[in-house]
């Protein structure tokens, strides 16, 4: 389950670049140039905050409820550390 989310993750960076420049009609060769290292940050990070929330336990109490509530917290989880090393590490961005 680990491995299939980190995959989703890891094509959203690329198909959020696909949705923003190849259906706008710009040129996207420059900036997919650099996705590769973007698209690692992403997916690793994301699979990190996920992990540390609990979604991989196998009995959780608090039932589906509990499922969306980890879920959403480890997405604004993932998204601020995503933001916060693209700010401290431009290169990556």
């Not at 608090?62 to 401290?88: C, D, K, P, Q």
């Amino acid at each position: 389950m680990l491995v299939v989310e980190a995959s989703v993750a890891f094509a959203m960076v690329y198909s959020a670049n696909y949705i923003r420049f190849h259906v706008g009609g710009l040129d996207s060769t420059i900036v997919s140039d650099g996705l590769l290292g973007s698209a690692i940050v992403v997916s690793l990070v994301t699979s990190i905050c996920i992990l540390s929330t609990g979604l991989y336990v196998g009995k959780i109490r608090e039932g589906m409820a509990g499922v969306f509530i980890r879920i959403g917290l480890s997405l604004v989880m993932s998204s601020a550390v995503v933001g916060l090393i693209f700010y401290l590490l431009p290169d990556l961005a």
